[in-house]
């Protein structure tokens, strides 16, 4: 189960907040593993590069399919720049016939309170988890 440690492509600016995002996504298949890894190994990439990054961290549970992304931001959009920038867009686009399930969460915390803990973004992608299966299907994944 490798895990990218947590980065710091950007100083945080004394006295922010950070705009925090975890995700937890799943594949469908087993066979998908190696394409959508190889693809989060870009995207990778770019968060380092990215403006307004603050720190991301990557755990890939590759025997389960499962995948964990953890990033914090100087804001929102900061963090929709970067989805909407290539190669992340593509990437999105691409892999999402691969997808079973996911799960998307943001909070604000303190940017002195960074790096966020895995334990603390699994128990917030958790929660996110709960509060989607009680509202139903999601019309897009």
Do not use: C
């Not at 190696?34 to 870009?42: I, M, N, T, V």
């Not at 399930?101 to 699994?122: G, H, N, R, Y």
């Amino acid at each position: 189960m490798p895990t990218l440690p947590w980065v710091k492509p950007n100083p945080a600016r004394p006295d922010t907040s950070a705009f925090v995002m975890a995700s937890r996504l799943e594949v469908r298949s087993k066979k998908d593993v190696p394409r959508f890894f190889l693809k989060s190994l870009s995207a990778w990439g770019q968060v380092r590069k990215a403006p307004g990054a603050l720190g991301a961290s990557l755990e890939a549970q590759l025997f389960s399919g499962v995948f964990y992304t953890l990033s914090a931001w100087e804001s929102r959009d900061a963090l929709y720049a970067y989805a909407r920038a290539e190669p992340h867009k593509s990437i999105m686009i691409g892999l999402r016939a691969t997808m079973r399930d996911s799960t998307f969460t943001f909070w604000e915390v303190p940017a002195d309170q960074l790096p966020i803990d895995w334990k603390d973004a699994k128990r917030h992608i958790e929660e996110q988890a709960r509060k989607d299966a009680a509202n139903g299907p999601r019309a897009a994944r």
